[in-house]
């Protein structure tokens, strides 16, 4: 039975083919930046909402997330959908094929929650990059009552599980005082040269940071004219490592670098902690060995995931902190591509983006096939998720 299930899932998810892909398309074409998404969540909506979703818009306090749901009680497994662009690149990322691989799960598995009860529901999550809506929205309690959750994430590899790292933003500015930079540059204090030296002793760390720990920045103001000493600089940094325990020790020290700029130039620090940080991904593995067989099954290699793939941050970590949850991948582009690049943009609308999205869509449909139909199989979900 669940065999026959799954080629139905499946099949479901190619006569939507057409739609997901021009969907999908549509969202590239039109990038949105987070909390901006107005149009993508329109369409994915209007997509569910055809296919008797009962949808909740502007949920969360959010005007670009909702809820799209399709029967009645437990349990309940979440698709989720992100659809956020970054600024230039666009869909660089690839969320587009997250968002149409998400409803297109979802509407195969009608069928599947008719038969066998539970619900099915997409979550539509605005602002995965650099803002973390899911945050709002866990905070918010969008995920409250789920008992799974799904994200497949376009790569350059098939991957069951992924490691992330946690994340904090920092906000920095230096306030000196300008002056005439040939004249009576002695009676400036130069707020760019703190930010610079700053910059000096971050690289300094790095050589006494865990080697999968990251710092980076960039400079968003460094001054007004080249004859001027600079009176205000300002920066915003990101700092991450692969658990929250060594994150609160790494910030320490970073923010020590840039304390110890303002004492050697003169120039007064401000600093603003983000007040959401990114959790690591406490990935559910027995959730994800079911979602690897279904790849699988459907002709795709599955590796196991390792740091020299490359380590990110996502606000699907923070979900996973209080849902067993996965965050899988699906390759659509060659190894030597990178993410967030123009070519991994171009990759997220090709045949291999197109085709990327249907086994997305497949293999989260036959996931919840093997949820709802294998006895034992969400206790196991369960006991996992609480003994980890």
């Known amino acids: 039975m669940v065999e026959t299930l799954k080629d139905s899932v499946q099949k479901i998810v190619e006569l939507q083919r057409d739609r997901l892909i021009e969907l999908s398309l549509t969202i590239h074409d039109n990038p949105e930046l987070g909390l901006q998404e107005q149009k993508a969540a329109a369409w994915l909506s209007s997509y569910l909402e055809e296919h008797g979703f009962a949808v909740s818009k502007g949920i969360a306090g959010l005007a670009t997330a909702f809820r799209a749901v399709y029967g009645g009680g437990s349990p309940r497994i979440a698709f989720l959908a992100e659809y956020d662009a970054l600024p230039e690149i666009g869909h660089g990322c690839g ?145 991450r490592a692969l658990d929250s325990r060594y994150l609160e020790k790494l910030r320490e020290r970073v923010l020590e670098c840039f304390v110890a700029a303002s004492i050697a130039t003169g120039a007064r620090l401000e600093y603003r902690w983000g007040n959401r940080s990114y959790a690591p991904m406490k990935n559910n593995m027995t959730l994800a060995e079911l979602f690897r067989k279904n790849l699988e099954l459907l002709g795709r290699q599955v590796v196991a995931f390792s740091p020299d793939f490359g380590l990110g941050s996502t606000d699907m970590g923070n979900v996973s902190q209080v849902v067993p949850s996965i965050h899988g991948t699906v390759a659509i582009a060659p190894a030597e591509v990178l993410i967030h690049t123009p ?7 090709s045949e291999a983006g197109h085709q990327g999205l249907l086994d997305a869509a497949k293999a989260m449909a036959m996931t919840l096939v093997d949820i709802l139909c294998q006895p034992g199989v969400l206790e196991r979900i369960r006991e996992e998720f609480q003994c980890g």
């Open 95 to 239: 969320h587009n094929i997250i968002a149409a691989a998400a409803v297109g799960a979802a509407v195969a598995c009608r069928s599947v929650v008719d038969e066998h009860g539970g619900s099915v529901v997409v979550l539509g999550t605005p602002g995965e990059e650099v803002i973390g809506g899911k945050i709002n929205m866990l905070e918010a309690g969008a995920f409250d009552g789920l008992d799974v959750a799904m994200l497949v994430h376009p790569n350059t590899r098939n991957m069951a599980t992924e490691e992330t790292l946690a994340c904090v933003t920092l906000e920095v500015e230096f306030f000196g005082r300008p002056a005439h930079a040939a004249a009576q540059p002695h009676a400036g204090i130069n707020a760019l040269d703190a930010l610079i030296l700053a910059f000096t002793a971050i690289n300094s760390l790095r050589q006494h940071m865990k080697s999968e720990a990251r710092v980076h920045g960039i400079i968003t103001d460094g001054g007004e004219a080249p004859n001027i000493v600079p009176a205000h600089s300002a920066a915003t940094f990101l700092v």
């Open 343 to 349: 070519e991994f943009a171009a990759a997220a609308a």
